[in-house]
């Protein structure tokens, strides 16, 4: 059982792994619906990447989607993820300053 959840915690986070995944998620961190032509645009993605990386993002549910008429939304399934990466990153610009004053400090 402990190793079904460890194995399902690593496949969530090779979702989040990818750094277009990632820029999408920040696209979409209002929580409102996003319709794929505007993060197209606004992301510079090509059709076939946009909605290679939005299904994997689906799959794995923490995406969500809709069609109306001829077109597709997307929006975060739980804002959580969003407060994580935010974690994240707190963690990585922490991580940064630290490495910084060891550089100016002639350490590392």
């Not at 076939?48 to 993002?57: G, I, K, P, W």
Request: net charge positive; proline share 2%.
């Amino acid at each position: 059982m402990e190793d079904d959840i460890y194995s399902l915690h690593a496949e969530t986070c090779k979702v989040f792994s990818n750094p277009v995944r990632i820029r999408l998620l920040e696209l979409m961190r209002d929580g409102k619906w996003h319709p794929v032509g505007e993060m197209q645009k606004t992301g510079g993605y090509g059709q076939a990447n946009l909605s290679q990386h939005l299904s994997v993002m689906r799959g794995r549910g923490a995406i969500y989607s809709k069609k109306e008429g001829r077109q597709v939304f997307y929006r975060i399934s739980d804002m959580r993820i969003i407060r994580a990466f935010d974690l994240i990153r707190a963690v990585i610009s922490s991580g940064a300053k630290a490495r910084g004053r060891l550089l100016e400090k002639g350490g590392y």
